[in-house]
């Protein structure tokens, strides 16, 4: 991976100490004046400011731009409190991912909103130098400064903390009457019911890879090292047939048709009401219309479980898991909490998805305290035997105000606050095993699993598995082209790995030629995980 800090646009003009020389104190009383004047009109201008990620696994960087798209997924978090605004008040969204922060951007607006995860801090913090510079009121919000909001309260002059249907509207409130807080926390997870429809029309459609959707939060685990509990709760809040048909139709109606993230932080937590009301409300909605969507979600193993579910799961359209596996060793699984996974043969389990029509996608960490050097071996022949494809594995990191961070901190271990992100070679805290064996033996992992035989052997093991269900095949356009060019030029003549690629593609054309679609997509990602872990980036 490229270094943490992040390429932004920074113009020249907008150096603080040269351009706008102004004292903390002046800053302040222009942004008081501010808000009891200008914010209390009508016509406010508000920019929401989505901050850069840096080159991750799910960045996709290396790849999206080949098949015409700029970012994955777009903010999420920011289109909806975007919706929560007054309808007055005119908005703009720039998400730094998908085009350049211009100087007039900032000031155009009365107020910036910024909302960011932990690995996009780096960015974050060269946005508010900006912003600052421009004397504009900043507030935020979102994972980054929930979990973290103590190293930005000198910068930042509003923080709305948490889940935004708790405390936005008070914050809206107490800002037009000039009475406006620092700090705004959440007392309680709110009511789901309260959530509205993202403000889709702030973005550029043709930018991203896949749209967003959220049914539930909250997961009923309680993971050592998983903020979500911190975030979200552990009782499962899911949304009511019709907030989620809406959802559903307004991304139909923005003309959106193609691949959907439902988000949720587990989306089986309710099973109960996910088979009796929600999945069928969306098998008819998809039937309805034809079906525009496929979804892809996160879920724990213990899907593989409920047969009824899956099935009907899979007429829904879900079509990808992803799955925290985490830890082919009991004692490591057993050491986080992560007891779901224990007491069942976890290979199995994977492949009874994906013979039900699933491709699952799996998260490993190694770095546990009972973890032993013969652990990196261990995650090598689990992942290249389940044919999990798309394995994200990361060295343990203890984040924010989660039960692992406060268990290293009170032991004296913590040595400096996570990135955010668990697939470089970075440690925040003194592991058990020796640092540079776990470091090294991390980097094997990925090297070894990532090389293109490795690679392509575990796509050939996971499509003998795979049984999708008949779909109707998607319309065939330009991105379709462009991905069919890129997987023939880039993995078939360019990159190293060629014969392993010819190999697989002709295995699938005489053996399995409905699977071709996934070896040409799963080639593409390839060359993303290729350039990450074996080209230097690291």
């Known amino acids: ?56 696994f799910w960045s996709f960087k290396n790849i999206l731009r080949l098949i015409g798209k700029r970012a994955a997924y777009p903010p999420f978090g ?54 600052k510079c421009l004397n504009k009121p900043i507030v935020a919000g979102g994972p980054l400064f929930t979990t973290g909001w103590e190293e930005f309260t000198d910068d930042v002059d509003h923080l709305v903390l948490g889940e935004a249907e708790e405390n936005f509207n008070e914050f809206l409130n107490d800002l037009n009457s000039g009475k406006a807080r620092r ?99 969306i098998i008819e909605w998809q039937k309805k219309r034809h079906q525009p969507f496929l979804f892809n979600t996160q879920v724990s193993i213990d899907l593989a479980d409920k047969p009824e579910l899956i099935s009907m799961m899979v007429k829904a359209g879900v079509t990808t898991l992803f799955i925290g596996i985490e830890s082919p060793d009991k004692n490591s699984l057993e050491e986080c909490n992560k007891l779901q996974n224990k007491n069942r043969d976890l290979v199995s389990s994977v492949k009874k998805l994906q013979n039900a029509g699933f491709e699952v996608q799996g998260g490993f960490i190694v770095g546990f305290d009972n973890d032993k050097p013969s652990i990196f071996q261990s995650q090598i022949d689990f992942i290249q035997k389940s044919g999990i494809v798309t394995a994200m594995v990361g060295l343990l990191n203890a984040l924010p105000k989660t039960r692992l961070y406060q268990r290293l901190k009170d032991a ?59 779909r109707k095949a998607p319309k065939f356009g330009l991105y379709h082209m462009k991905a069919l060019f890129y997987s023939l030029w880039l993995s078939g003549v360019r990159y190293e790995g060629q014969r392993y690629y010819w190999a697989l593609l002709l295995w699938s054309l005489f053996r399995r030629p409905t699977t071709i679609p996934y070896v040409i997509g799963s080639s593409i990602t390839g060359i993303h995980f290729n350039k990450l872990y074996l080209q230097g980036n690291k």
Not at 109 to 116: G, K
Request: hydrophobic content about 35%; charged content about 30%.
């Open 78 to 131: 920011l289109l909806t409190v975007a919706a929560m605004l007054p309808a007055r008040w005119e908005k703009k969204l720039v998400d730094m991912n998908v085009e350049k922060l211009k100087a007039e951007d900032i000031n155009w607006a009365d107020m910036v909103l910024i909302s960011a995860m932990i690995i996009q801090k780096e960015s974050v913090k060269e946005v508010i130098k900006r912003i």
């Open 183 to 281: 700090i705004y926390e959440v007392k309680n997870f709110p009511d789901i019911h309260k959530a509205v429809v993202p403000k889709w029309d702030l973005i550029d459609k043709k930018y991203y890879n896949s749209m967003c959707l959220q049914i539930s939060r909250g997961c009923p685990f309680n993971c050592e090292f998983c903020d979500i509990v911190r975030l979200n709760g552990r009782i499962p809040r899911i949304k009511t047939r019709k907030q989620i048909i809406d959802e559903l139709e307004a991304l139909y109606q923005w003309g959106w048709r193609g691949g959907v993230f439902f988000v949720d932080d587990n989306f089986i937590g309710n099973k109960v009401k996910l088979e009796k009301e929600i999945l069928p409300a």
């Open 412 to 470: 004296g271990r913590l040595v400096e606050e996570s990135s955010g992100s668990n697939t470089v070679s970075e440690l925040n805290f003194k592991p058990k095993m020796d640092r540079h064996t776990l470091v090294e033996g991390y980097k094997n992992i990925m090297r070894t699993i990532y090389s293109p035989k490795e690679y392509y052997q575990r796509v050939k093991t996971f499509l003998r598995e795979f049984k999708p269900p008949f």
């Open 1 to 56: 991976m490229n270094n943490s800090k992040t390429n932004i646009d920074i113009d020249k003009t907008l150096d603080c100490e040269t351009a706008h020389p102004i004292t903390h104190e002046v800053r302040l009383k222009t942004k008081d004046i501010l808000d009891t004047d200008t914010l209390n009109e009508t016509g406010k201008k508000i920019l929401l400011v989505y901050p850069q990620y840096p080159n991750s």
